[in-house]
């Protein structure tokens, strides 16, 4: 039977953790300040991970600035998360910008639209 809770999961929770840890305590940008760790992914050989980000502000031109800056500094994350957990190989990382946060909000909209004018 094979275990509800795998290798891949435990190395993306503790990326996460992690991430989210020197996102908001070492990074001095003030551009990446308000960034928020909402997935990390790891490949099942465990050489790459993806880390989902999304910001408060979700204007286009600043999480373009903000991914800039995150895409800059991944050697720095990769070489800080590396001190800090004892793993044999530490993948490599790649920033992406979590949009879902911002559909979601953009579908709860429109719902509470629909809902408020079928009472009418």
């Given at each position: 039977m094979p275990k509800s809770y795998g290798r891949n999961e435990r190395i993306a929770a503790s990326l996460r953790r992690e991430a989210a840890r020197i996102l908001s305590t070492e990074i001095k940008d003030?551009?990446?300040?308000?960034?928020?760790?909402?997935?990390?992914?790891?490949?099942?050989?465990?050489?790459?991970?993806?880390?989902?980000?999304?910001?408060?502000d979700d204007d286009e031109t600043k999480v373009k600035e903000a991914m800039q800056v995150l895409d800059k500094a991944s050697g720095f994350v990769r070489s800080t998360m590396a001190s800090r957990l004892k793993m044999r190989?530490?993948?490599?990382?790649?920033?992406?910008?979590?949009?879902?946060?911002?559909?979601?909000?953009?579908?709860?909209?429109?719902?509470?639209?629909?809902?408020?004018?079928?009472d009418e």
């Open positions: 003030p551009r990446v300040s308000l960034a928020t760790v909402t997935e990390v992914n790891v490949a099942p050989d465990l050489r790459n991970a993806t880390i989902f980000v999304s910001f408060i190989y530490m993948p490599n990382i790649k920033f992406e910008f979590d949009s879902l946060v911002k559909e979601s909000m953009k579908l709860d909209a429109l719902i509470a639209k629909g809902l408020g004018s079928s």
